[in-house]
């Protein structure tokens, strides 16, 4: 159990607040840079019961998290943001990912565990294609039919590349492909130890396909690379005999990137069922009808604004009695369903206040504290579950390549259409486009196409003219052409 009661377990953390402390051990660093995220350091930390996360440090808080972690060593951090684990190339299987802040505090644990907290699919599961392959994974196995290393232009620059088999004690073997850094640590140990029979240890290795076969490989820079390890598997690799068995060679290609085109006309746009977009492979923009089973309280139901997000703020008094600007957005995770499935949707601040009826500062209680009961919700927002609705989602490769739980509302179309039934009428259940009647009550509608993902590109309601407004009993408003359901409703 973790040394102290305040302490949380990585499996329980979530990111409606950052007053989490948790006591972990470094297990892997690398330094990091891409063109979204610039330059940063990433982390992968685990704890006690073996569950590991990955951090992500931006460079102004590098050089001193540098100074209070060390490889192998245990550390209390507390306070940190959490947020969603996306992308090809996710070093654990946690839901979420860590990222140091401003607040983060990093201290001494006195806790010891010398475990280095592998985990070893058979070649059999990597094989047959039933694991992810976004996740990374550990590998193992002793080299075999080592090809010569061989120097390749890559982008312009020159490149080593070696490629191999990996065999496991059963004799079953996958291909194994090395490039940069790896194939030159390979090269290294060779030259230095002649090795015959060497076993060769791949952490946070990419599972990736050629010509139909399964292949790994390094991920990028952030995979680890061990020759004859110290561990119990290794000790009986070394004995397997070395067979000669023919590699399949990789043509490396650069991904193409899919350009999704922003939807003009939301009524264009198909709809799908939940179980559709669960199993969709191409990015695109579509709609579903569902009701909300619940609030997704992993997350907190607003987000706090920072001036680089150049949003309008508030102005709101502070402890102090003074007035400071301050925004709290709203974001609400909710867990809907139809009649095929479930899933999960987030809905930023000018979608939410559509539904809710009005901005978050307006729920608001006034505390600056973090929320440590996340199921206290406001009444509002509480009053969401059990109603329908018509959302437009935007599906991006998050959800297609990297399979993310979570779909982004980009649009409210309609709003729980409530059909007054009455004796030998023949209803027919449609989707009415600005519908906005819900269970208890009415809110004024979106005009068509106004909700977009930009902050700020619809007219709020209290500056929108009536005629504005869609009128639901007018014959001359154009209605949604898809037809949902017929019904015929009989008298008993």
Same mark, same amino acid.
């Given at each position: 159990?973790?040394?102290?009661?305040?302490?949380?377990?990585?499996?329980?953390?979530?990111?409606?607040?950052?007053?989490?402390?948790?006591?972990?051990?470094?297990?892997?660093?690398?330094?990091?840079?891409?063109?979204?995220?610039?330059?940063?350091?990433?982390?992968?930390?685990?704890?006690?019961?073996?569950?590991?996360?990955?951090?992500?440090?931006?460079?102004?808080?590098?050089?001193?998290?540098?100074?209070?972690?060390?490889?192998?060593?245990?550390?209390?951090?507390?306070?940190?943001?959490?947020?969603?684990?996306?992308?090809?190339?996710?070093?654990?299987?946690?839901?979420?990912?860590?990222?140091?802040?401003?607040?983060?505090?990093?201290?001494?644990?006195?806790?010891?565990?010398?475990?280095?907290?592998?985990?070893?699919?058979?070649?059999?599961?990597?094989?047959?294609?039933?694991?992810?392959?976004?996740?990374?994974?550990?590998?193992?196995?002793?080299?075999?039919?080592?090809?010569?290393?061989?120097?390749?232009?890559?982008?312009?620059?020159?490149?080593?590349?070696?490629?191999?088999?990996?065999?496991?004690?059963?004799?079953?073997?996958?291909?194994?492909?090395?490039?940069?850094?790896?194939?030159?640590?390979?090269?290294?140990?060779?030259?230095?130890?002649?090795?015959?029979?060497?076993?060769?240890?791949?952490?946070?290795?990419?599972?990736?396909?050629?010509?139909?076969?399964?292949?790994?490989?390094?991920?990028?820079?952030?995979?680890?690379?061990?020759?004859?390890?110290?561990?119990?598997?290794?000790?009986?690799?070394?004995?397997?005999?070395?067979?000669?068995?023919?590699?399949?060679?990789?043509?490396?290609?650069?991904?193409?990137?899919?350009? +999704?085109?922003? &939807? $003009?006309?939301?009524?264009?746009?198909?709809?799908?069922?939940? @179980? %559709?977009?669960?199993? #969709?492979?191409? /990015?695109?923009?579509?709609?579903?009808?569902?009701?909300?089973?619940?609030?997704?309280?992993?997350?907190?139901?607003?987000?706090?604004?920072?001036?680089?997000?150049?949003?309008?703020?508030?102005?709101?008094?502070?402890?102090?009695?003074?007035?400071?600007?301050?925004?709290?957005?709203?974001?609400?995770?909710?867990?809907?369903?139809?009649?095929?499935?479930?899933?999960?949707?987030?809905?930023?601040?000018?979608?939410?206040?559509?539904?809710?009826?009005?901005?978050?500062?307006?729920?608001?209680?006034?505390?600056?504290?973090?929320?440590?009961?996340?199921?206290?919700?406001?009444?509002?927002? +509480?009053?969401? &579950? $059990?109603?329908?609705?018509?959302?437009?989602?935007?599906?991006? @490769? %998050?959800?297609?390549? #990297?399979?993310? /739980?979570?779909?982004?509302?980009?649009?409210?179309?309609?709003?729980?259409?409530?059909?007054?039934?009455?004796?030998?009428?023949?209803?027919?259940?449609?989707?009415?486009?600005?519908?906005?009647?819900?269970?208890?009550?009415?809110?004024?509608?979106?005009?068509?196409?106004?909700?977009?993902?930009?902050?700020?590109?619809?007219?709020?309601?209290?500056?929108?003219?009536?005629?504005?407004?869609?009128?639901?009993?007018?014959?001359?408003?154009?209605?949604?052409?898809?037809?949902?359901?017929?019904?015929?409703?009989?008298?008993?």
């Amino acid at each position: 159990m973790p040394t102290n009661k305040n302490v949380s377990l990585l499996k329980n953390i979530k990111p409606f607040k950052q007053g989490w402390r948790i006591e972990v051990k470094l297990v892997h660093s690398w330094r990091q840079r891409t063109n979204y995220g610039g330059d940063t350091l990433e982390l992968i930390f685990a704890d006690e019961t073996g569950d590991k996360i990955q951090c992500t440090c931006k460079r102004n808080y590098i050089q001193r998290t540098q100074r209070d972690l060390r490889l192998g060593e245990w550390r209390l951090i507390e306070t940190f943001s959490v947020s969603n684990a996306t992308g090809q190339y996710r070093p654990t299987n946690h839901t979420y990912k860590m990222s140091i802040i401003e607040d983060t505090s990093i201290s001494q644990s006195s806790f010891v565990c010398d475990d280095n907290f592998l985990s070893f699919p058979s070649f059999e599961e990597i094989g047959n294609g039933t694991l992810k392959t976004h996740f990374l994974i550990d590998v193992i196995g002793q080299v075999t039919s080592l090809r010569d290393i061989q120097t390749v232009q890559v982008f312009g620059k020159d490149k080593k590349k070696v490629e191999f088999r990996l065999m496991d004690i059963n004799g079953e073997s996958i291909a194994c492909c090395l490039w940069g850094k790896y194939a030159e640590q390979l090269e290294d140990h060779l030259q230095q130890t002649n090795d015959a029979n060497m076993v060769c240890l791949l952490r946070f290795a990419k599972i990736g396909f050629y010509k139909g076969e399964v292949q790994v490989t390094n991920a990028f820079d952030a995979s680890v690379i061990l020759f004859n390890p110290e561990l119990p598997e290794a000790l009986g690799l070394k004995n397997v005999p070395n067979d000669e068995m023919a590699l399949s060679l990789t043509d490396p290609k650069k991904e193409k990137r899919v350009t +999704r085109y922003q &939807v $003009g006309d939301w009524n264009d746009v198909d709809i799908k069922s939940i @179980s %559709e977009i669960l199993m #969709a492979t191409v /990015e695109e923009d579509c709609k579903i009808i569902c009701s909300i089973e619940s609030i997704d309280t992993d997350w907190n139901w607003y987000y706090q604004g920072h001036d680089s997000c150049k949003k309008r703020a508030l102005l709101i008094k502070s402890k102090n009695g003074n007035l400071v600007e301050n925004e709290k957005p709203i974001q609400i995770a909710l867990v809907v369903k139809d009649d095929t499935s479930t899933c999960k949707l987030m809905m930023l601040d000018t979608i939410g206040k559509v539904i809710v009826g009005c901005e978050a500062v307006k729920l608001w209680d006034g505390s600056y504290d973090e929320i440590e009961d996340p199921e206290d919700l406001p009444q509002p927002i +509480r009053d969401l &579950v $059990g109603k329908s609705f018509c959302f437009g989602l935007t599906l991006g @490769s %998050e959800n297609v390549s #990297a399979e993310s /739980e979570m779909f982004l509302v980009s649009q409210v179309l309609s709003v729980d259409k409530i059909l007054q039934i009455k004796k030998n009428s023949e209803p027919i259940t449609h989707v009415t486009d600005g519908s906005s009647i819900m269970s208890g009550g009415e809110v004024s509608p979106p005009e068509k196409n106004s909700l977009s993902l930009e902050e700020g590109s619809s007219t709020p309601f209290s500056k929108r003219k009536e005629k504005d407004q869609l009128d639901q009993t007018s014959t001359s408003k154009k209605m949604c052409t898809k037809l949902i359901k017929m019904e015929k409703i009989k008298d008993d």
